[in-house]
């Protein structure tokens, strides 16, 4: 009876850590990444600073160390910012923001009333209509484009002309489109006209004016705040496991609407929280740091700056997992990299074939959409994993935390949890 009393309490004792996770922890992270005294987390009312100090203060109730003199590694860069008011209206009736539409980040300030030129599809038919606007006088014309019902290729690259680089010389330009997404990807360079994307919901039939008041500012020089903590291995400190989320989002644009990211990306920052909080009650016998990184939604400029002036040399992570979007998992997870890292793509899935922790693990190949790709790049074996199913609020207003599921959160940490100690093993 003793001998197997003996056998079974350390298995036991491993497992109990794993089903005590709580997932009240991950709610109550996300819920304060999303909330609006973060701002989106963005660089309006310094929404990045203010995530990023809560984020270091994880760190240090959870007694994580630090490679320099503080959890920081900052960095700066010029960015494009809508702090103030961005007003929109069409025929005199004002819109709403973020729900009718979206003003490009790196808009200049720009305050009147201007006439609309359509082109659509009717537009593009009449080749000697289309020839004539080409040729067209714009200055003081907002021009706008629908790209519904169009098809032909050398049509759809003057359009993207029109819109990428302005060869209208228009005072503005509107993108009709059936969803809205925002993104922050052009903020780093200032625009000399700005670009609203209006939802096609939205859309009127006859517009004739559209009348804007967008105020701009443009940081020449903002600091930017990499996070990063460890802890030490028990037997092996000088080999690492990596785990890495970013935590900055798309912040707001205009004094009153902000962009919470509950699942893009406050799901995958509470997830290396989490693991953070894991791994300081259960010692490993590697090293496992934990990396918080900015800008991602820039160009993922946090993981490139990293990758450049690493804290501990690359060549010691012995495997790295970057988490983003992990907030839901009703289809399972995708990891990218797992086409072209077979061996511990097999060793994931072998482990969730025999738990059965998620419906499914799918593999894709290599991919430059997240964190992971500079490491990956330098050398660094690497995965990116997101979940599958459920909801699909991405880079909008509605990405809340109330309505996030975390329906596969408890059984993507304990996977995370087993594929560590394999990779060990």
């Known amino acids: 009876m003793r001998k197997i009393f003996c056998i079974i309490c350390p298995l036991v004792m491993l497992y109990f850590p794993l089903q005590a996770q709580d997932i009240g922890y991950a709610r109550k992270i996300i819920d304060t990444l999303s909330s609006p005294s973060m701002h989106g987390r963005g660089y309006v009312n310094n929404g990045d600073r203010i995530a990023s100090a809560f984020i270091r203060n994880e760190f240090i109730k959870d007694s994580l160390k630090n490679f320099a003199s503080d959890y920081y590694q900052t960095f700066k860069l010029p960015i494009g910012t809508l702090p103030g008011k961005v007003m929109v209206s069409v025929n005199e009736t004002t819109l709403t923001p973020g729900v009718d539409y979206l003003v490009a980040a790196a808009s200049p300030t720009m305050i009147g009333t201007f006439k609309i030129v359509r082109i659509d599809s009717h537009v593009v038919c009449n080749k000697k209509l289309f020839r004539k606007l080409l040729k067209s006088k714009n200055k003081e014309?907002?021009?706008?484009?629908?790209?519904?019902?169009?098809?032909?290729?050398?049509?759809?690259?003057?359009?993207?002309?029109?819109?990428?680089?302005?060869?209208?010389?228009?005072?503005?330009?509107?993108?009709?489109?059936?969803?809205?997404?925002?993104?922050?990807?052009?903020?780093?360079?200032?625009?000399?006209?700005?670009?609203?994307?209006?939802?096609?919901?939205?859309?009127?039939?006859?517009?004739?004016?559209m009348t804007v008041d967008i105020v701009q500012d443009f940081q020449n020089a903002h600091e930017f705040a990499n996070v990063v903590g460890y802890i030490e291995g028990s037997t092996k400190p000088d080999s690492f496991v990596v785990f890495t989320a970013h935590y900055d989002h798309l912040g707001q644009m205009g004094s009153d609407i902000y962009f919470p990211g509950a699942n893009d990306?406050?799901?995958?920052?509470?997830?290396?929280?989490?693991?953070?909080?894991?791994?300081?009650?259960?010692?490993?016998?590697?090293?496992?740091?934990?990396?918080?990184?900015?800008?991602?939604?820039?160009?993922?400029?946090?993981?490139?700056?990293?990758?450049?002036?690493?804290?501990?040399?690359?060549?010691?992570?012995?495997?790295?997992?970057?988490?983003?979007?992990?907030?839901?998992?009703?289809?399972?997870?995708?990891?990218?990299?797992?086409?072209?890292?077979?061996?511990?793509?097999?060793?994931?899935s072998g482990i969730n074939d025999k738990m059965k922790y998620l419906p499914s693990v799918n593999k894709r190949g290599e991919a430059a959409i997240s964190d992971h790709y500079f490491f990956y790049k330098k050398g660094v074996k690497s995965f990116f994993i997101y979940t599958l199913g459920g909801i699909g609020e991405y880079h909008n207003i509605y990405d809340k935390s109330k309505t996030l599921p975390l329906t596969k959160y408890n059984e993507l940490f304990k996977l995370i949890i087993d594929f560590e100690k394999a990779l060990n093993d």
């Open 141 to 209: 014309k907002f021009i706008l484009i629908d790209k519904k019902g169009i098809s032909d290729k050398t049509i759809l690259a003057t359009l993207h002309g029109i819109k990428e680089m302005n060869t209208l010389g228009a005072k503005g330009i509107i993108v009709i489109d059936d969803k809205l997404v925002w993104g922050e990807e052009d903020a780093l360079t200032p625009l000399t006209y700005p670009i609203i994307t209006l939802k096609r919901a939205s859309l009127f039939a006859n517009m004739k004016t």
């Open 265 to 348: 990306n406050a799901s995958g920052t509470a997830m290396i929280l989490d693991l953070a909080k894991y791994y300081s009650k259960n010692k490993p016998d590697y090293s496992i740091a934990f990396m918080s990184f900015t800008g991602e939604e820039l160009g993922l400029k946090g993981s490139e700056y990293y990758t450049s002036h690493p804290l501990f040399p690359l060549s010691k992570i012995r495997f790295l997992v970057n988490l983003d979007m992990v907030g839901t998992g009703d289809d399972g997870i995708k990891v990218v990299n797992g086409a072209v890292i077979p061996k511990e793509f097999n060793l994931l």
